[in-house]
């Protein structure tokens, strides 16, 4: 996409909006209450927004290569920080997608400079389901199911946090493991059973 062409996008796009509703960027200004928090990755065939058919101001959007949530990455804290403190979402979405290069990277015996931290989490997804993802023969199906269970643990991670029990404690919120096929356009809601897998170690994370 040219750059030059954005702004006459933009302009087309101020007329859209204005020609259906003439106070739309008005009203937008006033602020902001969403409902849900979205994690996802930073691919550029993944638009949030779109896939959902969600308007502005419906969905606060978190970002990165491969949906990651560790907890050393402040970005990541912070945003979940703000939206559970400030915003008050009452869902947290991670979700993931198939054909992921960043998990498609973490599975490579390669040195990728800068990278390698990042996706040594993925890695060690795997390694914590090892046993289940090796009897898989078939490398595609492996590799996606290596995409949903990245899903499904940094869900985990997002109920490890402090923020998110202390939220939990005063409200109803709710914690969503999704994938999106781009093949198909279609989002699938994973239905994780984080009840049975959280059983045997909030004993060691759940605060007082």
């Known amino acids: 996409m040219p750059l030059t062409s954005i702004f006459e996008k933009n302009s087309n796009w101020i007329q859209e909006k204005t020609a259906i509703d003439k106070d739309f960027f008005k009203d937008l200004?006033?602020?902001?209450?969403?409902?849900?928090?979205?994690?996802?990755?930073?691919?550029?065939?993944?638009?949030?927004?779109?896939?959902?058919?969600?308007?502005p101001g419906e969905v606060f959007v978190h970002r990165n290569i491969a949906n990651m949530v560790p907890n050393t990455d402040l970005s990541a804290m912070s945003v979940i920080d703000y939206a559970l403190t400030h915003l008050k979402v009452k869902h947290i979405v991670v979700c993931g997608h198939y054909e992921c290069g960043g998990v498609k990277a973490a599975m490579k015996s390669e040195d990728l400079g800068i990278l390698n931290p990042w996706?040594?989490?993925?890695?060690?997804?795997?390694r914590l389901h090892k046993s289940e993802l090796n009897a898989i023969k078939d490398e595609a199906k492996r590799y996606n199911?290596?995409?949903?269970?990245?899903?499904?643990?940094?869900?985990?991670?997002?109920?490890?946090?402090?923020?998110?029990?202390?939220?939990?404690?005063?409200?109803s919120?709710?914690?969503?493991?999704?994938?999106?096929?781009?093949?198909k356009g279609k989002l699938i809601d994973l239905e994780i059973n984080f009840e049975g897998i959280l059983k045997e170690i909030m004993e060691i994370y759940q605060l007082d």
């Open 29 to 55: 200004s006033k602020g902001q209450s969403p409902e849900i928090l979205y994690i996802g990755c930073s691919d550029s065939r993944v638009t949030a927004e779109k896939m959902m058919g969600a308007k």
């Open 119 to 126: 996706l040594r989490n993925i890695r060690d997804v795997y």
């Open 145 to 171: 199911r290596l995409i949903e269970l990245n899903v499904q643990e940094q869900c985990i991670n997002i109920i490890k946090t402090s923020q998110y029990q202390k939220a939990f404690k005063d409200r």
């Open 173 to 183: 919120v709710t914690v969503h493991g999704w994938v999106f096929d781009i093949s």
